[in-house]
């Protein structure tokens, strides 16, 4: 009964775990290529098939270890500027 019990809890702890990881979906991040001594200012796109809602983080990375967030809202086809550390020579990508 012991080892019934153990291996329902196990499988039920699995179960919810494999529930809980977030997934990534990734959308377009761009280096505007202009002067960005002061702030770097990746471009974000939504490459996505949908809006990104209101409420949602907007994550992006750089190459040069600089990250950061926006909120949406951010409908499919729409761009949107963040901000960043100074920097001008980077690639980055951009996920939610």
């Known amino acids: 009964?012991?080892?019934l019990l153990l291996l329902v809890l196990t499988f039920s702890y699995i179960s919810n775990a494999s529930n809980s990881i977030p997934r990534r979906t990734y959308i377009s991040c761009s280096n505007p290529g202009t002067h960005q001594d002061v702030a770097k200012t990746p471009?974000?796109?939504n490459?996505?098939?949908q809006n990104i809602g209101q409420s949602t983080k907007i994550f992006w990375q750089s190459s040069d270890n600089?990250?950061?967030f926006v909120y949406g809202p951010l409908a499919k086809g729409a761009s949107k500027s963040a901000l960043g550390q100074p920097g001008n020579g980077?690639?980055?990508q951009?996920?939610?």
Do not use: P, R
């Open 90 to 92: 980077y690639t980055c």
């Open 1 to 3: 009964m012991k080892k």
């Open 66 to 68: 600089d990250s950061g």
């Open 47 to 49: 490459t996505s098939n």
């Open 43 to 45: 471009i974000l796109t």
């Open 94 to 96: 951009a996920y939610y």
